[in-house]
């Protein structure tokens, strides 16, 4: 039998295996005599099929029908062989290995059914492949799984198609319940993805505000409101006399002044009272707490969404060796459905590659560079006067609005002087740095990133200056609240006569609290400016939108009827969407947010509104009133650089509130921390009094200043350290880079290697050339059912193996039909393999496509052997 | 069932939810865009296989395709023939392709043949040629284009046959850091852009016909 098994592997099987396996075939008849008939009608049934499909060229079907006809042949055979049990038609005999393979099989086929739908196929095949895989995974499905297995099998298939369908529903529904997708992508079909970029961002910003708002309302503004003392309880929580009268005037309500200035909007309605409510809720804590977490949930969230892109514009390769083939292969914006957005991405391609084209030429020359580099230096230059100018400005404005503010009777425009030259700056400066920037010259991608800069610089000096000024004013008050501490003192002492002297300000006055003298409250006076900054800033924002945009489109459609030159090419013609501008005014709305909040926590639910009517607002008018951009804007590439700004301003509005927290003393008869000597000390009270005593003890230890440098250092040393290596993989990576353009160098000048394997690029093949590897494996199958008798499971097992290894040995087996095996099997077994690289790199033409590494399957240099 | 279950039968419409990636609900919508079309030619019953096919003149003026450039290679790619002219199946199939979940490889051997203008396999310096070409309108003089179609050889070529293969193409274009990226995640969020939004897009506005969703193919 051994011998048997010998020959049927290495010499043509097909004439000698036919006659041992009549008689071997007998034995197992019987017994799986169901089965094979089973078998059998599903196998005639399948024939019907093939013929019909015989047009078909592609390589799945082929070798299905080859397969098929395979059988069918031998079917013949046998039944010729066996013609007097020719009752029995089918003498296929169902053992291990053959389940085992018709598993295998199976599984193949749900394979493919499976993935289909990635099969660059026409419909009609991918119908009918998709029709004969079915047809089999049934018909074998119930063949192989039998009794419970059976059932076990089918229930587990429906589970698996019951937990796709759910994960499809899922995603459907996951994707319907983000906000606002359907605008977005309308936006975006209409001005490209670089616009949509920006709400995108709008609405990032939305999300993380909402966390905001949640965290603020839910642990301050709620509890403070439900359960601390009502309006009218005690001063901090009243109006004064003196502004009752007007507390309820619309006027008065605008400046933020009045009754909601007295309310739980700012920081000066809080109560000091350590414990409030039922639930003892420790409000002055939570309101500390929640104050830093605002600041430690928003630097989380933005590193992290920084470290994700980070990650993604690693992850795709920034080479630049394909500028120019990916400017002609993706440049179109497939998802352009508007002719001018198609005309202007027309015109932005053309110039891209127009720059390209002169980037590639004056790449080395560079004439006339004196005149450049004094163009650039003026610019510059008038940059930073009109920069220092603006922060002149502003803090001239701040200065007189203290004035202002001293006086009695001042109109509208003198209280609101600051928001008014604020936003007026922030309105006409862009438009000045962008002519000035025109001088320059730079490349426009440069450029943007330079107008960027200054814009933010502006911003950002600005705010400062603004920031400055109010802490001066902020130190005034500080002086007046002395005075006004000894004159409450004295007129509550005045009050308490007869009383018992013990002039401590706890003890509740019968005084009405509206009479009791107070303190000027720098933090509510911090909070109101913020939020009239905020609140201007939205007007201004929104009315621009109207009128530079509304107003002027229609203007130019409509008049554009009666005047005298062209109104829509000409002059006015439509605004174009400011996406940097918007962007930068949404980071610096941001930073006054995260200032603000601190001082007036009612501030995130005004911003949260803001960005919701933005929304919808800007939606609107960019729908309506804009045109599409005549340069693209790439967005995707300025992310971070969005993001990076957003992390400074965090930081930079960190500062602030981190020194006012840490340095100056909170008023003394308002808001939650009054009474104590600087903010934080809420911390030392809670470890002090409500947890054990060596908690306090560890406490002390851990904020001593001997342990908190070495922690500062270690940290620096870890940055350093992590700093180090990953500026040595980055050299890895661009190591790693050289070498591999060295190798496309390398493969460009030998020009004769074709070998790679790419499963799309096997397909194309497949379907210009029959291919001869899976051609072989039916065959196999085939040996394998002829050996199959007297042969065990594990023998069988490792044939297969070795077949699917491809050695030339289970190749040569496999290919039956090839002319001359002997030859093949004489050969060293690793000659077959080294063959095509040995000597001739090219010993004969290939037909096309066929690659020299596939062909494994044939014998196909029989001369190497002899 | 719904009425609009007699258009195909189970069976035909679990087939193309096999062989597309579209949900039974888009297949029947996108069944109705396909009608929409010609209401005339394209009969409301499916079950027997008509053969319908409609000319290209049709498909090329759907706003998913009215504004791109290479609508007519696209139609043809797609078309049984080769013609432009598109059954239902080919339309099924053209949308399948361009939706956003088809994976990347899928995308890059059809993006080939679109760009193989003489369909010998192989993209050759005219195919590059009428490519710059139609993405400027002929706005770039000879000398340009002719730069410009030397560089995309000179950069993608690997195996300097002066022509750029399948492999030389996809090669390249995995490596572009824009290619398909919008369709897989949005700049600032970790949204994965819907299909479903589209559509539901799609029966919304079917009388407003504007901008090109699901096309979401080979971006910027």
Not at chain 1, 114 to 129: D, I
Not at chain 1, 289 to 295: A, E, H, K, T, Y
Request: aromatic share 12%; with cysteine; charged share 25%.
């Amino acid at each position: 039998q051994e011998k048997d098994k010998e020959e049927d592997e290495s010499k043509e099987e097909d004439s000698c295996s036919q006659q041992n396996r009549a008689p071997r075939k007998k034995n197992y008849q019987r017994s799986d005599e169901k089965k094979a008939e089973e078998e059998g009608g599903q196998q005639r049934d399948k024939k019907a099929p093939t013929k019909e499909q015989k047009e078909s060229e592609n390589k799945e079907r082929k070798t299905n029908k080859k397969e098929k006809e395979g059988e069918n042949k031998q079917k013949q055979d046998r039944k010729n062989s066996t013609s007097a049990s020719s009752n029995s038609s089918d003498e296929e005999s169902l053992s291990e290995e053959e389940l085992e393979m018709l598993m295998e099989e199976v599984e193949q086929k749900k394979k493919l059914i499976s993935t289909m739908r990635n099969k660059p196929w026409r419909m009609v095949k991918k119908l009918s492949v998709l029709r004969e895989a079915q047809a089999f995974v049934e018909k074998f499905e119930g063949a192989l799984g039998k009794g419970k297995g059976k059932k076990l099998y089918a229930y587990k298939m429906m589970m698996a198609k019951k937990w796709v369908k759910f994960k499809r529903d899922f995603d459907n529904f996951k994707t319907q319940c983000i906000p606002w997708e359907m605008k977005i992508k309308e936006v975006e079909s209409h001005f490209g993805s670089s616009v949509a970029s920006y709400f995108i961002f709008l609405r990032w910003m939305y999300g993380v505000n909402l966390v905001l708002f949640g965290l603020i309302f839910g642990l301050v503004i709620i509890p403070e409101v439900l359960m601390g003392m009502p309006y009218g309880s005690m001063p901090r929580k009243t109006v004064p006399r003196a502004e009752q009268a007007t507390a309820m005037d619309f006027s008065v309500l605008w400046d933020f002044e009045g009754y909601i200035k007295y309310s739980a909007l700012f920081y000066g309605y809080y109560n000091n009272q350590r414990t409030i409510g039922w639930l003892k809720y420790r409000l002055p804590m939570a309101y500390f707490m929640v104050g830093i977490s605002v600041f430690g949930y928003s630097l989380m969230v933005v590193i992290r969404s920084m470290a994700r892109n980070a990650n993604e514009s690693t992850a795709d390769g920034d080479d630049d060796n394909f500028i120019f083939s990916w400017k002609m292969f993706t440049s179109w914006d497939y998802l352009i459905g508007n002719p001018e957005t198609a005309d202007n991405k027309f015109a932005s391609i053309t110039t891209s590659f127009k720059e390209s084209i002169v980037d590639e030429q004056e790449s080395n020359k560079d004439e006339n560079i004196h005149l450049r580099r004094f163009l650039r230096v003026l610019a510059n230059v008038l940059i930073i006067c009109c920069l220092c100018g603006s922060g002149y400005l502003i803090y001239f404005v701040v200065k007189r609005s203290q004035t202002f503010s001293k006086m009695q009777n001042v109109g509208w425009y003198e209280r609101n002087e600051v928001e008014i030259v604020m936003s007026l700056l922030g309105m006409f400066c862009p438009p000045l740095f962008e002519t000035i920037a025109a001088l320059e010259n730079y490349h426009p991608r440069i450029g943007l990133k330079w107008q960027l800069g200054r814009i933010f610089a502006l911003f950002l000096g600005n705010l400062y200056t603004f920031l400055l000024a109010l802490m001066d004013d902020v130190n005034e008050k500080l002086a007046e609240e002395d005075v006004v501490k000894n004159i409450t003192r004295w007129t509550l002492l005045g009050h308490h006569n007869s009383s018992v002297e013990n002039g401590s300000i706890a003890t509740p006055p019968p005084l009405d609290p509206a009479d009791v003298p107070r303190g000027p409250c720098w933090e509510t006076t911090v909070g109101i400016e913020f939020v009239r900054l905020t609140v201007s800033d939205i007007l201004v924002t929104f009315i621009t939108i109207l009128v530079g945009d509304f107003i002027r489109a229609c203007f130019v459609r409509f008049v554009n009827y009666c005047w005298c030159w062209d109104l829509e090419a000409g002059f006015p013609s439509y605004a174009e969407f400011d996406i940097s501008g918007n962007v930068l005014g949404l980071v610096f709305n941001q930073g006054m947010i995260w200032m603000g909040s601190f001082y007036a926590p009612g501030l995130v639910g005004i911003n949260v509104l803001r960005l919701l009517t933005s929304m919808y607002f800007q939606c609107w008018a960019v729908m309506s009133s804009n045109v599409p951009h005549a340069r693209v804007f790439k967005a995707s590439k300025s992310n971070n650089f969005y993001m990076g700004l957003l992390l400074l301003i965090l930081f930079l509005s960190l500062l602030p509130v981190a020194y006012t927290i840490m340095s100056l003393p909170p008023s003394f008869d308002c808001g939650p921390f009054s009474g104590k000597k600087r903010m934080y000390e809420v911390i030392q009270e809670t470890i002090e009094l409500d947890f054990p005593l060596f908690v306090a003890k560890i406490f002390s230890y851990v904020a001593n200043p001997g342990l908190i440098i070495p922690a500062i250092l270690l940290m620096v040393l870890a940055i350093y350290y992590l700093n180090a290596v990953s500026e040595a993989y980055q050299r890895a990576n661009a190591e790693l880079k050289k070498k591999m353009q060295m190798q496309r160098e390398e493969e460009k000048n030998k020009r004769n290697n074709k070998a790679s394997t790419n499963p799309m690029l096997e397909d194309l093949e497949d379907l210009l050339t029959p291919s001869t590897k899976s051609e072989s494996q039916p065959k196999q199958a085939e040996v394998k059912k002829t050996e199959s008798s007297n042969r065990s499971s594990p023998v069988g097992k490792q044939g297969k193996a070795a077949a699917a290894g491809g050695s030339p040995m289970s190749g040569g087996r496999g290919a039956a039909f090839a002319p001359p095996p002997h030859v093949f099997v004489t050969q060293p077994p690793t000659l077959g393999v080294r063959a095509p690289y040995l000597g001739q790199p090219r010993p004969r033409g290939f037909p096309p496509g066929l690659v020299p590494g596939r062909g494994r399957g044939r014998p196909f240099y029989p001369h190497y052997a002899s | 069932m719904g009425n609009k279950q007699t258009i195909f039968t189970q069976a035909q419409l679990d087939a193309y939810q096999d062989c597309t990636f579209f949900t039974r609900k888009e297949i029947l919508r996108l069944f109705d865009r396909y009608r929409d079309l010609a209401p005339q030619l394209v009969p409301l019953d499916y079950t027997g296989k008509p053969a319908v096919t409609l000319p290209y003149e049709l498909i090329g003026s759907m706003p998913e395709l009215k504004d791109n450039p290479f609508r007519q290679r696209i139609a043809e790619v797609f078309s049984e023939n080769g013609d432009g002219n598109m059954t239902l199946d080919d339309f099924l199939d053209m949308f399948s392709v361009l939706s956003e979940m088809a994976p990347r490889d899928l995308k890059a051997y059809y993006a080939f043949k679109i760009y193989d203008f003489n369909n010998d396999d192989y993209i050759c310096k005219s195919d590059l040629e009428k490519t710059v070409n139609k993405l400027t309108r002929n706005e770039l003089t000879a000398e340009e284009v002719n730069l410009v179609c030397d560089k995309v050889i000179y950069e993608a070529d690997v195996d300097n046959d002066g022509k750029l293969s399948l492999e030389d193409f996809q090669h390249m274009i995995i490596r572009a850091p824009d290619f398909l990226s919008p369709c897989r995640s949005s700049p600032f969020s970790d949204t994965v852009s819907s299909r479903g939004a589209h559509l539901q897009d799609w029966a919304n506005r079917s009388s407003k016909k504007c901008g090109a969703f699901l096309m979401c193919f080979l971006n910027l």
